[in-house]
């Protein structure tokens, strides 16, 4: 995990200024300093310090790349903006600033969710300290990598994958998996509903509810298909009868996959 330590508020203006441009030959981390302009006391109780970090903080120095991250140009462009309209005042980003006071200040791996100049939300791991000066926070210095994209990306998989999960369902397919070693098994609310079985039902293992559903001149043949599948390692596809507990009977096709590791 990366690590940040900085000696900066030591330094004059200018070497600080030397120190900023610096960093800009690192092209895809920020790195920033926020002063605070009115006091945010260590002795408050925590939420009365996060109110006052977003009333008194700014934007005092940065390298372009931060500026980039919020759709500016360079950092002349960010320097002096206020933390409010980089860092909007919700539950989540409180709860981020309370980890920040509650931590010593001082926070790494942490991740904001931020607005861009244009008004797109941006999203940001941040690595940083605040320095105390006579029982005030002063400043605090850090570094920032945008995963906006990564973030972005996650959600797509994640709404791909639910609705992936919810086709089988929603064309009448029911979804099963039985572990060979245990005899454990596993099935979704769908085949619940084709076998007629209640809700949040389970089936014992081995799948032997499964077997005794299968109408008796199915029986036979079915189970010598998964037999030889489960043999050979290879797919089966059967067409069956079940019989549901209300006595009703059912044609379905059957299909599996032999999954080796």
Known sequence: RPSL???????????????????????????????????????????????????????????DAMARMYGHQQADDVIGARLIDLLPDVARNREYLHRFVASGYQLANEESHEVGHDGEPRVFINHFVGVVDDGV????WGTQVDVTAQREQELLLRQSDERLRAAPGAAGMGTWRVDLRTGVN????????????????????????????????????????????IRDGTDFSEELRIIRPNGMMR????????VTS
Request: one cysteine or more.
């Open 5 to 63: 330590r900085f000696e900066v508020p030591l330094l004059g203006m200018s070497r600080a200024d030397d120190l900023f441009r610096a960093f800009n030959l690192i092209p895809t981390t920020a790195v920033w300093r926020f002063d605070l302009d009115g006091p945010v006391r260590t002795a408050d109780p925590p939420q009365a310090q996060v109110d006052a970090i977003f009333r008194h903080a700014r934007l005092a120095a940065c390298n």
């Open 137 to 140: 926070v002063v400043s605090a």
């Open 186 to 229: 596993a099935h979704d609310e769908t085949l619940a509903q084709i076998f007629g079985m209640a809700a949040g039902s389970s089936l014992p293992p081995g799948g032997a509810q499964f077997v005794e559903r299968i109408h008796p001149d199915d029986r036979g043949p079915v189970t010598r298909a998964i037999t030889d599948a």
């Open 251 to 258: 044609w379905i096709r059957a299909r599996g996959r032999v």
